[in-house]
């Protein structure tokens, strides 16, 4: 049955899928303890470019975050993936699908690695899978990678997973310390670049 026109509450979403490494789920309820453990090894990381990320979360509040975004999931108005590593069963990152346009059928991706395993290509093969569930289940016409022109780790990912620089929007918004941002757009349409 076609996707186009259906009310995305009554779309069946699966909530995990797999790529070579990794296991890639919705948020579930009790993920905040891990997700907290994570993004406290991560927090120097994260700061210049994760406006959340200002502040050392209390487990409590990961959890909070956590159950908010399971409930978004659920009325499909924004799409947290956690990736676990399937050896360790760490949690190695989060990533998604947000800011979407359900007529339009199109997404926004983002991404952030826990520092343990940065620089080994968990991002890159998060994104290809988080892209081919885009494609095939959602029907994805459009994904779009947004960064700060100096994020240059993002662009990277971006970059190796295919995506096509579309423009850079100048002074588009402030950074996380204050200062204006150019903000590169990288997209994956349908009939281009799949
Ligand atoms: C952006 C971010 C997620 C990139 O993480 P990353 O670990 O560099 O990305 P990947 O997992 O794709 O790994 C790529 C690196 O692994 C290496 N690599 C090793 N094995 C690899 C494999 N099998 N496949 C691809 N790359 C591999 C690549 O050569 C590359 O190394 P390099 O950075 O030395 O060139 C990370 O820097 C981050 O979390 N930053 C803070 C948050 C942030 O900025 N998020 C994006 C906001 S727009």
Redesign the pocket.
């Known amino acids: 049955m076609s996707l186009s026109g259906l009310n995305p509450i009554l779309m069946t979403i699966p909530e995990s899928f797999e790529s070579a490494r990794l296991l890639i789920r919705a948020p579930l309820f009790g993920d905040g303890a891990a997700v907290n453990e994570a993004v406290i090894e991560s927090i120097e990381?994260?700061r210049p470019?994760?406006p959340w990320a200002n502040n050392i979360p209390t487990i409590e509040e990961s959890e909070i975050h956590i159950r908010n975004s399971r409930l978004k999931f659920l009325d499909r108005t924004d799409l947290q993936l956690l990736l676990f590593h399937k050896e360790t069963g760490q949690l190695i990152g989060s990533s998604g699908l947000h800011r979407m346009d359900w007529q339009a059928r199109s997404f926004e991706t983002?991404?952030?690695?826990r520092t343990s395993y940065?620089?080994?290509?968990?991002?890159?093969?998060a994104v290809e899978a988080i892209t081919n569930f885009a494609i095939h289940q959602l029907e994805a016409n459009r994904i779009e990678i947004?960064?700060d022109s100096r994020?240059k780790?993002?662009a990277?990912?971006a970059e190796?997973s295919g995506f096509t620089l579309e423009g850079i929007l100048r002074s588009e918004k402030c950074a996380t310390d204050g200062s204006l941002r150019d903000t590169m757009i990288f997209a994956k349409v349908r009939g281009v670049e799949y």
Do not use: D, F, H, P
Not at 110 to 113: A, K
Not at 118 to 125: D, K, N, R
């Open positions: 990381e994260l470019w994760m983002g991404y952030w690695v940065a620089g080994q290509g968990y991002i890159s093969e947004r960064c994020n780790k993002s990277a990912v190796r």
